[in-house]
C-alpha cells in the first residue's frame, strides 16, 4: 500500500501537467474573487435593508447560498436582495456543482488514476531473465504461440506501447512491458541481450523501424519478421533483421501442395538432418484399399509409414490399419527412399487425375500465393475473386462471390478435382465449405484457418485438409528457436529429439512399445555421430543413444512424462 506521502509525490512529479496546474490556479483565484464580490455586495444590500453583519457572516451566507446548501436563517427581504441571492445560487451551481468537480477529476483525480495504471503496466523485466522470447506484436498469432511455450517452460514478454493494453493483458496473465517500440531503452528493460529471439510481426513500416532500433540495442539477437509485401523484403533484410518470412505465401504454397490427383510425389513437410519427414495422398494409387501389412512399404521402399491423417484427424498407425480414399501417409525415411516410394506409386510425374482446373476461392495474398504454386507446376487453376481490380489481372481469375452459383460453375467446380478456400474470413470459409461439399460430395476439399479454434469446425464441416495460419506461424518460429531439437509439422504434428531414458537402455525398440504406450513413434536413433533412420525394431538401444519421435502435442507430453531424459541431458525444446 503506497503511504499518502507517496501519493502527493506522484502527483507533484508530474512535470508535463503544470500548463494544467496553471489553469487550476486561474480557476481558484476566480473562485476567491468570486467569493470576495459576493461577500462584499452582501454587505450593501444588507445595509440597504438596514441590517448589519459582520464579515464572517458575510462569507458563510455566499459559501451556504453557492453550495445550494441554503440555511434560511439569513435571507433578503428586498425584490433586489432575491435577485442577488438567485445570482449568487445559479453561479455556485456552475462553478461549485460543475466546474469544480471537473477541475478535480481533470487535475487531480485523473492524472493519480494514470499514475496508478502506470504503476501496475510493469516498465521492465526481472534481471534474471534469460532464454525468453519478446513479442512487439500481440494477436491471435502470438496468443498460439505463446500457448506452445508454455508445453516448453520458455519465458516470453509482450512489449506494447499502449498503456490500456499492457493493462488489460497483464490482468489477462500474461507477460507484458510497457514502453516505446522505437526506443532501443525499452529493448535494454526487457535483457534482450539475454533473449532468444524477438517476434515482430507488425506491418512492414513499423517492423522496419522496430527492427533498426533493436540492432542499435542489441546487434546479435535473432529476429523473426512477418513481411506482407515482396518490397519489403530486402527492406527488413537491410534494417537488420535475421529471419525475414512471408508468412501468408508459405501457407498458400503449402495449401496448394496438398492437392490430391495433382502429384503422386510425397510432399517433404519437414526435415531433421538426413531425416525426411514427407506426406503423400494415396487417392487412386495402388495402396488404396490395402492394409500397411498388406503393402509392405517398408520392404518395397525402405519408408516408414509413422503416422496417417484420415479427414484431419492424425492417429498412430498399425499394421492393420486400412488405406482409404482420403488417407494421407506421413513416411519417415532419407532422401534415397522417398525417391523410391515416389517411383513406386508412380509418383516421378506430375499427372493430373480430373480433367478440370484447380479451383481457388479468394484471390488475396494467400489466394495469390496458391495461384503461383500451381502455375510453377504447369496446374490449371481457376481464381474466383470478388474484387474486380483483382480479377481483372490474369485470364484465370474469375470476378464473382464465390458464394455464387453461376460463378462456380464458370469456374469449373463440377469438373475440379480440389477447391482450395483461402479468404482470412474463418465464417466465410466454414460457408464455402458446406456450400462446395453440397455441390461436390467427392471433391477435395483444403481451406484456410485463421484461428486454432475453428479447425474442427471446418472438419465437420466437409473439408478434407485445413490449414491454420497461426500453426504454420507458431511452427516456423519454433523451429528456428531450437533448430533439431524439435520440429513442428501442420496441425501440432511434431517431431522432437529427446535423449534415452535409463531405464530403456539395453532394451530393443519392439519390447518397449513406445507406440502403445504413448502413441508416439521412433523415426530414428541417433548414436554417436550417427543417425540410424528408421531403425529394425530389433536394435539394441544403448546408453548415450538419443531417440527422434513423431507424435502429437499430447503424445509428446505423454512421452516425456513416462520417459524422462536424465536429469543432465534433459531434453531442450
Known amino acids: 500500500m503506497k503511504t499518502m506521502t507517496t501519493q502527493l509525490a506522484l502527483l507533484m512529479q508530474l512535470s508535463r501537467r503544470k500548463s494544467n496546474m496553471r489553469l487550476l490556479i486561474r480557476f481558484s483565484m476566480v473562485l476567491i474573487l468570486f467569493f470576495a464580490l459576493y461577500t462584499v455586495l452582501f454587505h450593501v444590500l444588507m445595509l440597504y435593508e438596514g441590517r448589519r453583519y459582520s464579515w464572517i457572516t458575510g462569507l458563510y451566507w455566499t459559501l451556504t447560498t453557492m453550495s445550494t446548501l441554503g440555511f434560511g436563517d439569513i435571507t433578503f427581504s428586498s425584490d433586489i436582495g432575491k435577485f442577488f441571492s438567485v445570482v449568487v445560487l445559479l453561479s455556485g451551481i456552475i462553478f461549485l456543482l460543475i466546474i469544480l468537480p471537473f477541475t478535480f477529476i481533470q487535475f487531480f483525480y485523473?492524472?493519480?488514476?494514470?499514475?496508478?495504471?502506470?504503476?501496475?503496466?510493469?516498465?521492465?523485466?526481472?534481471?534474471?531473465?534469460?532464454?525468453?522470447?519478446?513479442?512487439?506484436?500481440?494477436?491471435?498469432?502470438?496468443?498460439?504461440?505463446?500457448?506452445?511455450?508454455?508445453?516448453?517452460?520458455?519465458?516470453?514478454?509482450?512489449?506494447?506501447?499502449?498503456?490500456?493494453?499492457?493493462?488489460?493483458?497483464?490482468?489477462?496473465?500474461?507477460?507484458?512491458?510497457?514502453?516505446?517500440?522505437?526506443?532501443?531503452q525499452t529493448y535494454h528493460r526487457l535483457n534482450i541481450d539475454r533473449a532468444a529471439m524477438v517476434i515482430v510481426l507488425n506491418d512492414d513500416v513499423a517492423s522496419t523501424n522496430i527492427i533498426f532500433t533493436i540492432r542499435e540495442a542489441n546487434a546479435n539477437v535473432v529476429t523473426v519478421t512477418n513481411a506482407d509485401a515482396d518490397d519489403s523484403l530486402d527492406i527488413l533484410e537491410m534494417a537488420g533483421s535475421t529471419h525475414v518470412l512471408q508468412f501468408t505465401k508459405m501457407l498458400g504454397q503449402a495449401l496448394a501442395r496438398r492437392v490430391h490427383g495433382v502429384s503422386m510425389k510425397a510432399n517433404v513437410v519437414g526435415r531433421f538432418d538426413q531425416l525426411l519427414i514427407a506426406e503423400a495422398p494415396v487417392m487412386r494409387t495402388w495402396l488404396q484399399g490395402k492394409s500397411l501389412a498388406e503393402s509392405r512399404l517398408r520392404e518395397v521402399t525402405g519408408v516408414t509409414v509413422v503416422g496417417i491423417?484420415?479427414?484431419?484427424?492424425?492417429?498412430?498407425?498399425?499394421?492393420?490399419?486400412?488405406?482409404?480414399?482420403?488417407?494421407?501417409?506421413?513416411?519417415?525415411?532419407?532422401?534415397?527412399?522417398?525417391?523410391?516410394?515416389?517411383?513406386?506409386?508412380?509418383?516421378?510425374?506430375?499427372?493430373?487425375?480430373?480433367?478440370?482446373?484447380?479451383?481457388?476461392?479468394?484471390?488475396?495474398?494467400?489466394?495469390?500465393?496458391?495461384?503461383?504454386?500451381?502455375?510453377?507446376?504447369?496446374?490449371?487453376?481457376?481464381?474466383?475473386?470478388?474484387?474486380?481490380?483483382?480479377?481483372?489481372?490474369?485470364?484465370?481469375?474469375?470476378?464473382?462471390?464465390?458464394?455464387?452459383?453461376?460463378?462456380?460453375?464458370?469456374?469449373?467446380?463440377?469438373?475440379?478435382?480440389?477447391?482450395?478456400?483461402?479468404?482470412?474470413?474463418?465464417?466465410?470459409?466454414?460457408?464455402?465449405?458446406?456450400y462446395c461439399r453440397r455441390l461436390r460430395?467427392?471433391?477435395?476439399?483444403?481451406?484456410?484457418?485463421?484461428?486454432?479454434?475453428?479447425?474442427?469446425?471446418?472438419?465437420?464441416?466437409?473439408?478434407?485438409?485445413?490449414?491454420?495460419?497461426?500453426?504454420?506461424?507458431?511452427?516456423?518460429?519454433?523451429?528456428?528457436?531450437?533448430?533439431?531439437?524439435?520440429?513442428?509439422?501442420?496441425?501440432?504434428?511434431?517431431?522432437?529429439?529427446?535423449?534415452?531414458?535409463?531405464?530403456?537402455?539395453?532394451?530393443?525398440?519392439?519390447?518397449?512399445?513406445?507406440?502403445?504406450?504413448?502413441?508416439?513413434?521412433?523415426?530414428?536413433?541417433?548414436?554417436?555421430?550417427?543417425?540410424?533412420?528408421?531403425?529394425?525394431?530389433?536394435?539394441?538401444?544403448?546408453?548415450?543413444?538419443?531417440?527422434?519421435?513423431?507424435?502429437?502435442a499430447e503424445s509428446e507430453k505423454k512421452f516425456i512424462e513416462k520417459y524422462p531424459a536424465p536429469a543432465s541431458t534433459s531434453p531442450e525444446p
Open 110 to 184: 485523473a492524472p493519480w488514476l494514470d499514475e496508478q495504471n502506470k504503476a501496475r503496466a510493469p516498465r521492465a523485466v526481472a534481471e534474471s531473465l534469460s532464454g525468453h522470447l519478446i513479442f512487439t506484436y500481440f494477436d491471435a498469432v502470438a496468443v498460439n504461440l505463446i500457448q506452445k511455450l508454455g508445453q516448453y517452460g520458455i519465458n516470453y514478454v509482450i512489449l506494447t506501447a499502449e498503456l490500456q493494453k499492457a493493462l488489460d493483458l497483464h490482468d489477462q496473465g500474461y507477460a507484458v512491458v510497457v514502453g516505446d517500440l522505437d526506443d532501443p
Open 309 to 434: 491423417w484420415e479427414e484431419g484427424q492424425f492417429r498412430i498407425p498399425g499394421p492393420q490399419s486400412l488405406i482409404g480414399e482420403s488417407t494421407v501417409l506421413v513416411l519417415a525415411g532419407t532422401e534415397a527412399q522417398l525417391d523410391r516410394f515416389d517411383r513406386s506409386i508412380g509418383g516421378g510425374r506430375e499427372k493430373q487425375l480430373n480433367s478440370g482446373p484447380v479451383v481457388v476461392l479468394g484471390g488475396g495474398r494467400v489466394g495469390m500465393a496458391v495461384a503461383n504454386t500451381l502455375k510453377a507446376r504447369d496446374i490449371d487453376y481457376r481464381v474466383v475473386e470478388k474484387k474486380t481490380g483483382i480479377a481483372a489481372q490474369d485470364p484465370h481469375f474469375i470476378q464473382g462471390s464465390a458464394a455464387d452459383l453461376e460463378t462456380l460453375v464458370k469456374a469449373s467446380i463440377h469438373e475440379t478435382p480440389s477447391v482450395i478456400i483461402t479468404t482470412h474470413d474463418d465464417n466465410l470459409n466454414i460457408y464455402l465449405t458446406i
Open 441 to 552: 460430395p467427392d471433391v477435395q476439399i483444403i481451406s484456410r484457418a485463421s484461428l486454432d479454434r475453428n479447425i474442427n469446425t471446418l472438419h465437420r464441416a466437409g473439408a478434407n485438409l485445413v490449414m491454420s495460419y497461426s500453426s504454420l506461424v507458431t511452427a516456423t518460429i519454433l523451429n528456428l528457436l531450437h533448430p533439431q531439437k524439435i520440429l513442428m509439422l501442420s496441425e501440432g504434428l511434431n517431431v522432437f529429439r529427446t535423449a534415452l531414458n535409463p531405464k530403456l537402455e539395453n532394451k530393443a525398440l519392439l519390447d518397449i512399445q513406445v507406440r502403445e504406450n504413448t502413441q508416439c513413434s521412433v523415426v530414428a536413433v541417433k548414436r554417436g555421430e550417427d543417425l540410424i533412420i528408421n531403425p529394425d525394431p530389433t536394435i539394441i538401444l544403448e546408453p548415450g543413444d538419443e531417440l527422434l519421435l513423431i507424435g502429437l
